[in-house]
């Protein structure tokens, strides 16, 4: 059973700074993919950020220059840093991983169960 876990979610004042984690536990060969994707009620899913397993990023246009994504290969673990928080950031933010369970499953897609944040002043 593959778990993901997220922290790091609160509340910040417009300006200020949080980093979330994504740990990932259980039986796993191999992380693929991970990401970040946030929710606001109402409203889609949307892409954060992603993270390929060799490391190359890509930002959603509203969060660039400001959220940095990067990984922990050794720990399963996947990071958002989140600085220069605006209001419109507030929503919930859901980690996303492709994980193989052994090297001949296909790899396939696992969720954290979402961390609130909230940027008010």
């Known amino acids: 059973q593959v778990q993901l876990v997220e922290s790091g979610g609160g509340l910040v004042q417009p300006g200020g700074s949080l980093r979330l984690s994504c740990a990932a536990s259980?039986?796993?060969?191999?992380?693929?993919?991970m990401g970040w994707y946030r929710q606001v009620p109402g409203k889609q899913r949307e892409l954060v950020a992603f993270?390929?397993?060799?490391?190359?990023?890509n930002y959603a246009d509203s969060v660039r220059g400001r959220f940095t994504i990067f990984r922990d290969n050794a720990n399963n673990t996947v990071y958002l840093q989140m600085n220069s928080l605006e209001p419109e950031d507030t929503a919930v933010y859901y980690c996303?991983?492709?994980?193989?369970?052994?090297?001949?499953?296909?790899?396939?897609?696992?969720w954290g169960q979402g961390t609130q944040v909230t940027v008010s002043s």
């Open positions: 259980g039986s796993i060969f191999s992380i693929y993919a």
């Open positions: 993270i390929a397993n060799r490391g190359s990023t």
């Open positions: 996303k991983a492709h994980i193989g369970i052994t090297k001949q499953t296909p790899s396939r897609e696992y």
